[in-house]
Structures are given as structure tokens and as C-alpha cells.
């Protein structure tokens, strides 16, 4: 099995971020769990504001969840949005039911995906954001599953 699909793409400002999210929404398969890396600022949150528009979330709803941790928004699939920058420690991965929401068929998209990786199934796809210059992001996502580089397969023409 060929795992290793991954796309590179260099967006030059949040829209055009929010329309590669846009991408990867329009092809979402129920159950899939999505991995955002990248510094503070990097636009995970404005990459999580496409995948939920093409959803059928309106953008302003998703906010930075950083206090919250978790938050759920209803779209044609539940999105649950985990921000994982103040998670200390396991017990509290294990209390938001991750499984069960997957079972359920929610996409569930992790930003600061790295500190909590150890504690979720396998990421499907992981998306690592870097700032190039002030209004330039080198954006790269990583199929870890099957599933996940099928997305990255499908994923239509964007930059
Ligand atoms: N090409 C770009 N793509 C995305 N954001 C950009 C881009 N250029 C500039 N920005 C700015 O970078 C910031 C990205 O903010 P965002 O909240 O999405 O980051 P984040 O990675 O979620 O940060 P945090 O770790 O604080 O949650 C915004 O202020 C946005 O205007
Ligand atoms: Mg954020």
C-alpha cells in the first residue's frame, strides 16, 4: 500500500489558505481525522475556516478554540474542531471520545496535532503549515492512512 502521497502548496494569503482547506473539504469522506502542524499564526485555524465552509460551516463560526479545546459545529458531516496547544496530559484526550466520534462518522481536525498525536488513532492526513514571509504559507499535506491518500488523490487542482 502506497501511504506516502503528499502535496505541496504555497498560498499567498488567508484566502487563498482558506480555499486549500476548501479543497480538502469538498472531498471528505465521513470519519476522518485531520492533523494540522504549524507555529502560532502558521493559519491552521484559517485552513480549518475552508474545510468547514465547503461543510456547510459557515467560516465565522470557526473561531480559535484555544480555550475550549474542543468544539463541535453541525455542517452536512459534524465537524469536531480540538485546539491541543493547552491538552496536558492523555486522560484529557481520552475524555473527549475521539473514537466513538469517528465511529460516528465526524471529521475531527487537530491543530497543534503533534503534542497529542501519541494519544488518537492514526491521522489520515497531516497538514504542516509554514510561514514563508509575512503573507506567504508553505502548506504540505501528508497522507498517513489508505483512506487519507485517496483524499490527497481526489483532491482538485488548487495552486
Ligand atoms: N497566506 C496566509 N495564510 C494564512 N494566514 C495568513 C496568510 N498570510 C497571513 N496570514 C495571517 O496569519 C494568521 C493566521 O492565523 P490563524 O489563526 O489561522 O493561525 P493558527 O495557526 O491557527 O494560530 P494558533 O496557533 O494561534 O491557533 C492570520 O492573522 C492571517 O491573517
Ligand atoms: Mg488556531
Known amino acids: 500500500m502506497t501511504q506516502h502521497e503528499n502535496r505541496i502548496l504555497t498560498s499567498s494569503s488567508p484566502d487563498q489558505t482558506a480555499a486549500f482547506g476548501g479543497a480538502l473539504g469538498s472531498v ?9 502542524v504549524g507555529s502560532l499564526g502558521a493559519g491552521k485555524t484559517n485552513l480549518t475556516q475552508g474545510i468547514g465552509e465547503a461543510i456547510g460551516i459557515a467560516r465565522t463560526d470557526v473561531t480559535s478554540p484555544t480555550f475550549t479545546i474542543c468544539v463541535p459545529h453541525y455542517g452536512r458531516v459534524k465537524l469536531l474542531h480540538l485546539d491541543a496547544y493547552r491538552i496536558k496530559d492523555g486522560s484529557e484526550v481520552d475524555e473527549l471520545g475521539i473514537d466513538e466520534e469517528l465511529e460516528e462518522g465526524s471529521v475531527i481536525v487537530v491543530e497543534w496535532a ?12 497531516m497538514v504542516t503549515l509554514q510561514a514563508t514571509d509575512e503573507h506567504q504559507r508553505r502548506i504540505e499535506f501528508e497522507a498517513r492512512t489508505e483512506k487519507g491518500r485517496r483524499l490527497i488523490e481526489a483532491l482538485p487542482d488548487v495552486g
Request: charged content about 25%; proline content about 5%; glycine content about 4%.
Open 28 to 36: 471528505l469522506q465521513r470519519s476522518t481525522l485531520l492533523g494540522l
Open 114 to 125: 503533534e503534542l497529542i498525536e501519541e494519544f488518537l488513532p492514526q491521522f489520515d492526513v
